[in-house]
């Protein structure tokens, strides 16, 4: 199979979640800012788009647009209202909700690997924490979610944030990039097995392997994560459900507030009722632990390690 056509099925059926709820959206009932810069690199803009509801509940998601660690662009419209596509229609439900939506893009392979994406998404969180009264959102209730991929960077941000270096010059860079939920879908969790294998397929895993451990979620476990979802299926042969229940014991043993939903029959992907369930689940974990009075359970990984001294 062609990479064009993995990625294709990683980011618009894996990562999305194929789900069969619909969502009536009528012309005001959001707004959307597209294309908003957090940063450049290589001469090009790192972009987001933000979808509002008419409503806010003060609250944010974050979604990772990461398949194979490559992003996509589509138009933000695409994602929400009567003209989404079914596979996208689990967006529309989220902003139904009354989250608002920030659709996240990193620098994507050949070109730029796994740590490259890690930094861009964590300046996309530092971005939206900065700027967090310009978007109507609560700093200290962002959520964050993505499938394979995406998945892997949502527990990175989960278990390995900071507070900003508080000696940079850019504003962005000093503010912190920690979230308060998180939501992954079949996530690698230990590049240390994945680096410099299957590259012909997603050149993303070919860097220095010395950079495997600071990216890999599964070391970086302690008791002040935020709460996380895992949604993993028991037929997944892409990155097998083994990969979703280590963190979750790791979660366990640091009494992090954690759940698995295994579904049975699924693959590296859920469509029909099998994405149903999986949406109904990240919407429920994202309304238990974003609400304004939500038990906060999330410190930066420099709190971790001064706890540790």
């Given at each position: 199979m062609k990479r064009s056509s993995i990625v294709l099925i990683v980011v618009c059926v894996i990562c999305i979640s194929a789900c069969h709820a619909r969502s009536a959206f009528a012309d005001d009932t959001y707004k959307i800012i597209p294309d908003v810069v957090y940063g450049h690199k290589a001469g090009m803009a790192l972009t987001f788009d933000v979808v509002r509801p008419k409503k806010p509940n003060g609250a944010g998601v974050l979604f990772m647009v990461s398949g194979g660690w490559v992003s996509f662009w589509m138009p933000p419209e695409t994602f929400v209202g009567p003209k989404a596509p079914e596979y996208l229609?689990?967006?529309?439900?989220?902003?139904?909700?009354?989250?608002?939506?920030?659709?996240?893009?990193?620098?994507?392979?050949?070109?730029?690997?796994?740590?490259?994406?890690?930094?861009?998404?964590?300046?996309?969180?530092?971005?939206?924490?900065l700027n967090a009264a310009k978007f109507e959102v609560d700093p200290n209730r962002l959520g964050v979610?993505?499938?394979?991929?995406?998945?892997?960077?949502?527990?990175?941000?989960?278990?390995?944030?900071?507070?900003?270096?508080?000696?940079?010059?850019?504003?962005?860079?000093?503010?912190?990039?920690?979230?308060?939920?998180?939501?992954a879908?079949?996530?690698?969790?230990?590049?240390?097995?994945?680096v410099g294998t299957k590259i012909d397929k997603f050149p993303a895993l070919d860097f220095d392997k010395k950079l495997a451990d600071s990216i890999s979620p599964v070391l970086f476990v302690t008791n002040d994560d935020p709460p996380t979802l895992l949604i993993h299926g028991d037929k997944d042969t892409l990155v097998k459900l083994d990969n979703s229940q280590r963190i979750l014991d790791e979660f366990k043993k640091h009494n992090v507030p954690c759940d698995l939903i295994v579904i049975p029959g699924a693959g590296h992907g859920f469509v029909g009722e099998q994405g149903r369930q999986a949406s109904e689940a990240l919407i429920a974990w994202f309304d238990k632990y974003l609400s304004a009075d939500a038990p906060k359970n999330g410190k930066s990984s420099s709190e971790k390690a001064a706890a540790a001294d």
């Open positions: 229609r689990h967006f529309g439900e989220i902003v139904d909700h009354g989250y608002t939506l920030f659709i996240v893009r990193h620098g994507s392979s050949p070109q730029f690997k796994v740590p490259d994406a890690v930094a861009d998404v964590r300046r996309a969180v530092r971005y939206i924490r979610c993505g499938g394979s991929a995406g998945g892997h960077l949502s527990l990175v941000l989960g278990t390995a944030s900071d507070e900003g270096d508080k000696k940079a010059k850019d504003d962005i860079e000093r503010t912190s990039d920690r979230v308060a939920a998180v939501v879908y079949f996530p690698p969790v230990d590049l240390r097995e994945w």
